[in-house]
């Protein structure tokens, strides 16, 4: 797994991937935290660290050796990954929409 330090480096690393395994299956995950700006502006900063770094280690947990995860700015996170299928066991359906 790769963690990196500014967001351009993933989609620089992710495209050397891609290059290198262009025959094979694999994934970008663009991961969001919904409505995240409401936790600082109710709990602060610290509720809001905390956060964000068990949800690292959710992903670091998750991440195999040849991963790339790294933030991507607030509480956005780019993961790429080969062999698209595995995917399927970490992502859960999309929350509804309260107006849909």
């Known amino acids: 797994m790769t963690i ?3 967001p351009a480096a993933f ?7 891609i290059m ?6 694999w994934v970008i995950a663009y991961c969001d935290l919904d409505d995240f700006k409401q936790v600082n502006d109710h ?5 809001e660290d905390t956060i964000l770094r068990t949800w ?4 670091r947990e998750e991440a195999l050796g040849a991963d790339i995860i790294d ?5 956005e ?14 992502i859960k359906p999309r929350r509804k929409e ?3």
């Not at 993961?79 to 698209?84: I, K, L």
Request: with cysteine; net charge positive.
């Open 4 to 6: 990196l330090l500014r």
């Open 11 to 17: 989609w620089e690393s992710a495209e050397e991937a």
């Open 71 to 75: 933030r991507l700015g607030g509480e």
């Open 98 to 100: 309260k107006d849909e």
């Open 77 to 90: 996170v780019g993961w790429w990954m080969p062999s698209g299928g595995r995917i399927k066991r970490c």
């Open 56 to 59: 690292g280690q959710i992903f």
């Open 43 to 47: 709990y602060g900063h610290a509720v």
């Open 20 to 25: 290198i395994q262009a025959t094979r299956p």
